[in-house]
Each structure stands twice: as C-alpha cells, then as structure tokens.
C-alpha cells in the first residue's frame, strides 16, 4: 500500500532514501515504530496488520514506518536486521527496544502502551527545566494511573522540588523513605531539602555579623550555612574551607560535613562539585 493510500499519516511507507526523515528525523517529535518486512514473508504477511490496527487504534500516539527490506536494504543492514518481520521502536534520534517475529496482538499493545509511558517520561525530564508547569500537566495523567511506582515518585519529589512547593515534596520523600531506602534521585531532592530548610534568614544581616566577627567560627559557620540555603554555593565552600583550615576538630568538622550535604544536592557530573571535593580533599589531608 503506498504512502498516498494510507488512511492516516501515522502510517507510512519508507526507502533507504526517505528513511532518515521518515524515522530518525520524525522520532524528535514522537514514538516512531518501524517495521522491517517483505512481501513474500508469510508472518509479516500476519503481523503487519496488527500493527497497523494497533497504529490506528493509537490515533497517533505513535507512527508506525513500513520498510520493505527490498526497498529499504541499506536501512534494514543499519538496524543489523537478520530476520523477518523485525520491529523496533525509536525515539528522540535513538533506538529504545525492539522484537524479531512474530508476536500476539496483545503483547504488542502493552509493548506500546509502555514505550509510550517511557516516551511521556523522557519528555517530561526535558521539561523539567524549561517548564515544570508543563512537565507537571503531562506527569499528573501517570501519577493518576500508577502513582504508587518509584520511578514516578522519585520524578515527582524533583518536579515539586524545582516549582518550590516544599512541603508536598517533603511529603514524597517520606512516602520513598517509608521503604526503608532511597534511590539516588531523591537523595539528592532529600539533600537539597535539607539545604533548602537553612534558608529563610536575613542573608545580609548574618554576613554583617560575620564581618564583624572574622574571628568567631560559628559566626562564620553560620553565613556558610545561609548561603548554601540560597545556593549560593561557592560562597559557601569557600568558607568552609577555611573553617577547616583553622578549626578543623570542631567548626571545622561541621563545615565538612555541609560541604558534603551540599555535594550530595548537585547534579551528577558538577563541575562545582569535582572542584571543591579535590579542595576538600586537600584541606583534609
């Protein structure tokens, strides 16, 4: 059936020289499901349409690519494909799971079903940054329909987190720790909780006291402690450093141990953090 025939869009037909825009290029937008096949095989004969009643069941949800390995030999050598019908699923430039022969329909339908929840979830952490707002209208659908999985919990705790609404995030982190453990993502939510609850004194008013006292630790310790409260961690770290410089069994150890608190807060991969943990680490031994 050609391209111009099919009833729906989300339902195309490709070659090796509309390929790359039909899978690659289309998958940025959305799910893209390619099915490699030939007319003379008997179970793509079978499969394909289920997987067409299934694309449009979706109502374009997803968008299922049809590659005749006759016409499309270079792409099926790309996606080292050795037998017939081959499936895979592509999203965002990349090729996220997939299946060889042929499967029941419903298998197929929960197949979909969870690479589309797993589509919803990569689009929502893209979202986190640029718009919580929106990551929260698109999260909330899932929550309704599995709020009980760690996975969206962990997701939730970081979106409450980023849109300030504190104590419901508290709340999350109290549901994952009732556990009795936390994955590293809301360790790091719980951390920067942590950090968050220093915040809410007069940030200027602390420094000024600190100013006046240079030589009174806890006052020092205590500016480090305000400015992690608003991220203003450089600041923070390099205060610590010197407290453990000149106070390191007492104020010093505190300083150290709120500089690994905030450690534990930054993303994986800070360039802050692999900074000051060499510092750190130099002050100490």
């Not at 899978?23 to 793509?44: E, H, M, N, T, Y």
């Not at 494909?81 to 042929?102: K, M, N, R, Y």
């Not at 909780?193 to 030589?215: C, F, H, M």
Request: proline share 5%.
């Amino acid at each position: 059936m050609s391209e111009t025939a099919r009833e729906h869009f989300w339902i195309i037909d490709t070659s090796d020289t509309s390929f790359e825009n039909d899978v690659f290029v289309r998958s940025q937008l959305g799910l893209v499901i390619v099915d490699f096949w030939a007319p003379w095989c008997a179970p793509c004969r079978t499969l394909g349409p289920i997987l067409e009643k299934l694309a449009e069941e979706f109502q374009g949800r997803f968008t299922l690519v049809k590659a005749n390995t006759e016409e499309a030999p270079k792409a099926a050598g790309q996606f080292n494909v050795s037998g017939i019908p081959a499936v895979f699923a592509v999203f965002d430039g990349q090729v996220i799971d997939g299946f060889e022969g042929l499967v029941p329909e419903q298998s197929i339908r929960s197949w979909l079903e969870h690479l589309e929840r797993r589509g919803a979830l990569v689009e929502i952490e893209h979202l986190l940054e640029s718009s919580p707002a929106k990551a929260q209208e698109k999260l909330t659908p899932l929550l309704a329909q599995a709020g009980d999985e760690p996975e969206l919990l962990n997701l939730h705790a970081d979106l409450l987190f980023r849109q300030r609404e504190f104590e419901a995030c508290q709340a999350v982190i109290n549901r994952l720790e009732q556990r009795g453990f936390l994955e590293p993502r809301a360790e790091k939510v719980k951390a920067a909780l942590e950090l968050q609850g220093k915040a809410g004194a007069d940030i200027d008013a602390i420094r000024a006291v600190a100013n006046a006292s240079p030589q009174d630790f806890a006052k020092q310790f205590a500016l480090a402690e305000a400015l992690a409260g608003i991220q203003s961690y450089p600041e923070a770290f390099e205060i610590c450093l010197s407290l453990i410089a000149a106070d390191r069994k007492n104020t010093g150890e505190k300083a150290r141990a709120l500089m690994v608190e905030i450690f534990r807060a930054l993303p994986d991969g800070s360039e802050l953090t692999s900074e000051y943990r060499r510092k750190l680490s130099m002050a100490l031994y």
